[in-house]
């Protein structure tokens, strides 16, 4: 049987809650292992969503949901056709009791979100703005850890990644420009607090 596809953000959450409802940890690997067959958008949201959650507060969590990003978004730029995380990355894991406590302080927005999201502008969701939106997430993911040191002030770059997540899921347009304007937004939140520790070409 073919496997279902997840086209919104409940879906997602309701995958996560899965893994969470496990008795044990849950690593980058079993989190990658369930979505990677569905496509690149569910990859970007999943680590941008757990960000913007609880867990995101979690000491060095931010800085190994960042690089999973910056993986899952370089291969997007490259057209890479079957996804790769390295071993040491993937075997990374939280309880499930944590997981399970994000995704439910996370449903009821996600539950919102779905509400909104139509088959718009699906122009915007193309395989060129997809690479573009994919090179933006690494740009964003590289904001995380300079913003770590500001109370609450990394889950704008997460925000803007999870948009790019769902953009590509849903495949809306819409969702995909509020991205841009969100990842604008945060190079500009970035700049004003930390405009020495950011890279050149991020600042420019």
Sequence with gaps: MAEQTIDDVVGILDKLKELAESDREVSVGDVTKSFGRRGYGPLLAVPALVGASPVGGI???????????????????????????????????VSSERLGHGVAKLRPWGERLDRLFKDRLEILTTVVFERIGAACCVALALLV?????????????????????????????????????????????????????LPSWIAL
């Design 59 to 93: 000491p060095v969590v931010p800085t190994i949901l960042t690089v999973v990003i910056i993986i899952v978004a370089v291969q997007m730029v490259f057209g890479a056709r079957s996804f790769w995380m390295p071993g040491f990355l993937s075997d990374r894991a």
């Design 145 to 197: 850890p300079p913003l770590e040191l500001v109370p609450f002030a990394a889950i704008v770059p997460f925000i803007a990644i999870l948009l790019f997540g769902i953009a590509l899921a849903v495949r809306d347009g819409v969702v995909m420009l509020l991205a841009f304007a969100s990842a604008a937004g945060a190079v500009y939140a970035a700049y004003r607090f930390f405009p020495s520790d």
